[in-house]
């Protein structure tokens, strides 16, 4: 069964990351990237990485992204999802994003240390 239409990809590099406490005895990781995705262009953002404990195999994540199209124009979204460990330090993030004034996507990507990627596909919410 198929939850959406798939639209394209997206491809980041982390540029640098920042680790707190939430308070709770969790840990947050802010990741900032920066790279393309189809149909918004150069895209700027921050995954946050929310989990229960220091080294956690899943959690939940942010999304806070700008986006600055080929046509000139800006764009932004904002988006909630969940992570879960797929290997030796990658991770499986699969999110749904709200872009301002368009379409609801879902997105589904690995984050990897090496190389610090986060790479994936977009799909339109059907």
């Known amino acids: 069964m198929s939850i959406g239409k798939e639209v394209g990809d997206f491809s980041f590099t982390a540029t ?5 406490s939430t308070g709770d005895g969790g840990v947050s990781q802010q990741v900032n990237l920066e790279g ?28 806070n992204g700008s986006a600055y199209m080929d046509n000139g124009e800006a764009n ?13 330090h990658t991770w499986r993030v699969r999110s749904i994003i709200e872009v301002k004034g368009g379409p609801l996507l879902l997105t ?3 984050i990897a240390l090496e190389g610090k990627t986060y790479q994936g596909k977009l799909y339109h919410w059907e």
């Open 36 to 63: 393309t995705a189809t149909g918004f262009g150069s895209v700027m953002g921050t995954l946050t990485f929310y989990a229960s404990e220091p080294g956690a195999d899943s959690g939940f994540v942010t999304w």
């Open 16 to 20: 640098s990351v920042t680790v707190s």
């Open 76 to 88: 932004g979204g904002l988006g909630r999802g969940v992570f879960n460990k797929a290997g030796n």
């Open 108 to 110: 589904e990507g690995e």
